[in-house]
């Protein structure tokens, strides 16, 4: 344990960049939005002061309107497309792209000054929450218009779950981009864990498209052809609520308190209605037809997380969902597969179609823990330390073999493994 520690130390060290940590140092050279939520986390294992950095570097990316984009590219780098020019964002300072992702921020920043040995903590968190609050802000007003409790999203990028196979059939309706272009991603890992071209064809197509827009919020809400509410992503907002509330109202801001409580609220009434009695867990929904996204993926078991199990039905909605969490845990010697193997988009090597992700595995097993599910919390944290022992510090595993995938020397696997070894 002590070995693994220190190499996971060593690997966020090897990964700084002053200030932010790259996740691993080619395939993603830059600082990424979620990434640097979880890496903070395990900065404050052992360096305190570099783990507010990572937050604060990371909040000077922010837009005027709120926006905390997915990517801030601090420093130019080569070894990845696309850069800020192809979003159009290069006359930022510092550039972006210009979508965001799952906002895990605040909770990490909740459970950062709970465990904090900083006497002054809350001097620092005067600047950073109300830069939170602004980002919660924007989710509502430019991806919930039309206030509905749940807010939108254009781009798997912004997901975070880039090629689930819930995405399939939303993205298969989105243009294929004319324009040639080249990838970098599959120049550093084999191409065989990372999303196909035709996937690509559609990504490109649609930065494209916001830029072509001016990056104009109405516009795009009206117009963009993909536009899907996805649970994972509302799941990770509406627990972020409740932890900037608290983290409100530490600070006195009570009004921003009050909103956030608010949103989470309406948004937990919300979220309910994607519950499938057919398939007995929660599901994404494609506001553009309509439909539910019914792939059989991780993102349900973050309804533990986001603390939306509430009202009459919460109770037989948990059984449910631990009857459905015993079927993955049953399904491959590691656990948790991002798509479980009778989904007919099951790709164990690929990235999101079946791949065990460690900081998944973790925030699953922090709402577990949370609703008394101590067994389960358990195998999931062991089944990750025991994939990085075994495998390596690597971005994703094979849930069949336990073989470390994509990116090497990586910072989120680094972090989870500090915090679980904590
Ligand atoms: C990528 O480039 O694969 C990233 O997931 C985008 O954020």
Same mark, same amino acid.
């Given at each position: 344990? /002590?070995?693994?520690?220190?190499?996971?130390?060593?690997?966020?060290?090897?990964?700084?960049?002053?200030?932010?940590?790259? #996740?691993?140092?080619?395939?993603?050279?830059?600082?990424?939005?979620?990434?640097? $939520?979880?890496?903070?986390?395990?900065?404050?294992?052992?360096?305190?002061?570099?783990?507010?950095?990572?937050?604060? +570097?990371?909040?000077?990316?922010?837009?005027?309107?709120?926006?905390?984009?997915?990517?801030?590219?601090?420093?130019?780098?080569?070894?990845?497309?696309?850069? #800020?020019?192809?979003?159009?964002?290069?006359?930022?300072?510092?550039?972006?792209?210009?979508?965001?992702?799952?906002?895990?921020?605040?909770?990490?920043?909740?459970?950062?000054? %709970?465990?904090?040995?900083?006497?002054?903590?809350?001097?620092?968190?005067?600047?950073?929450?109300?830069?939170?609050? /602004?980002?919660?802000?924007?989710?509502?007003?430019?991806?919930?218009?039309?206030?509905?409790?749940?807010?939108?999203?254009?781009?798997?990028?912004?997901?975070?779950?880039?090629?689930?196979?819930?995405?399939?059939?939303?993205?298969?309706?989105?243009?294929?981009?004319?324009?040639?272009?080249?990838?970098?991603?599959? &120049?550093?890992? %084999?191409?065989?864990?990372?999303?196909?071209?035709?996937?690509? %064809?559609?990504?490109v197509y649609l930065l494209d498209f916001?830029?072509?827009?001016?990056?104009?919020?109405?516009?795009?809400?009206?117009?963009?052809?993909?536009?899907?509410?996805?649970?994972?992503?509302?799941?990770?907002?509406?627990?972020?609520?409740?932890?900037?509330?608290?983290?409100?109202?530490?600070?006195?801001?009570?009004?921003?308190?009050?909103?956030?409580?608010?949103?989470?609220?309406?948004?937990?009434?919300a979220i309910a209605t994607l519950w499938?009695?057919?398939?007995?867990?929660?599901?994404?929904?494609?506001?553009?037809?309509?439909?539910?996204?019914?792939?059989?993926?991780? $993102?349900?078991?973050?309804?533990?997380?986001?603390?939306?199990? +509430? &009202?009459?039905?919460?109770?037989?909605?948990?059984?449910?969902l631990l009857a459905e969490l015993d079927?993955?845990?049953?399904?491959?010697?590691?656990?948790?597969?991002?798509?479980?193997?009778? /989904?007919?988009?099951?790709?164990?090597?690929?990235?999101?179609?079946?791949?065990?992700?460690?900081?998944?595995?973790?925030?699953?097993?922090?709402?577990?823990?949370?609703?008394?599910?101590? $067994?389960?919390?358990?195998?999931?944290?062991?089944?990750?330390?025991?994939?990085?022992?075994?495998?390596?510090?690597?971005?994703?595993?094979?849930?069949?073999? &336990?073989?470390?995938? &994509?990116?090497?020397?990586?910072?989120?696997?680094?972090?989870?493994?500090?915090?679980?070894?904590?």
């Open positions: 344990q /002590d070995q693994l520690r220190s190499a996971a130390q060593a690997t966020l060290r090897a990964n700084d960049r002053g200030g932010y940590a790259v #996740p691993s140092p080619r395939l993603y050279p830059f600082q990424w939005n979620w990434d640097a $939520a979880v890496n903070a986390v395990g900065w404050q294992t052992f360096d305190e002061p570099r783990a507010w950095q990572e937050i604060e +570097t990371l909040l000077t990316g922010q837009w005027a309107n709120g926006l905390l984009p997915s990517i801030v590219f601090h420093r130019p780098a080569d070894s990845y497309f696309p850069g #800020p020019q192809e979003w159009g964002c290069d006359h930022l300072t510092p550039p972006t792209t210009s979508i965001s992702q799952p906002p895990l921020l605040a909770t990490m920043v909740r459970r950062m000054r %709970d465990h904090s040995r900083d006497p002054q903590v809350d001097q620092r968190l005067r600047t950073i929450v109300p830069k939170i609050v /602004d980002w919660h802000r924007w989710w509502y007003r430019d991806r919930d218009p039309e206030q509905t409790g749940l807010v939108v999203t254009y781009h798997p990028w912004e997901t975070g779950s880039d090629n689930s196979p819930a995405w399939d059939e939303p993205l298969a309706r989105v243009p294929a981009t004319p324009r040639s272009y080249q990838r970098r991603d599959t &120049g550093v890992v %084999d191409g065989s864990m990372r999303p196909h071209k035709a996937e690509y %064809d559609r990504f916001f830029r072509d827009c001016r990056f104009d919020p109405r516009r795009i809400y009206d117009e963009c052809p993909l536009r899907i509410v996805d649970f994972a992503l509302n799941a990770i907002l509406l627990r972020a609520n409740l932890d900037l509330a608290h983290l409100c109202e530490a600070l006195g801001l009570h009004s921003d308190a009050a909103q956030l409580r608010d949103w989470h609220q309406r948004g937990a009434a499938s009695p057919t398939l007995r867990r929660h599901v994404s929904l494609d506001t553009r037809s309509g439909k539910p996204l019914p792939s059989r993926t991780h $993102a349900g078991f973050l309804a533990w997380y986001a603390h939306v199990f +509430t &009202g009459e039905s919460g109770p037989q909605r948990q059984l449910d079927e993955f845990l049953g399904a491959t010697r590691h656990a948790l597969a991002s798509t479980h193997p009778t /989904d007919p988009g099951y790709d164990p090597r690929r990235y999101w179609r079946g791949a065990v992700w460690p900081h998944i595995n973790w925030l699953v097993a922090e709402g577990l823990a949370e609703h008394g599910h101590a $067994a389960q919390a358990q195998r999931l944290r062991d089944d990750t330390l025991a994939l990085v022992q075994a495998g390596g510090l690597f971005e994703y595993f094979a849930p069949d073999t &336990g073989e470390g995938l &994509g990116g090497p020397d990586f910072s989120w696997t680094a972090a989870i493994t500090l915090i679980l070894l904590q």
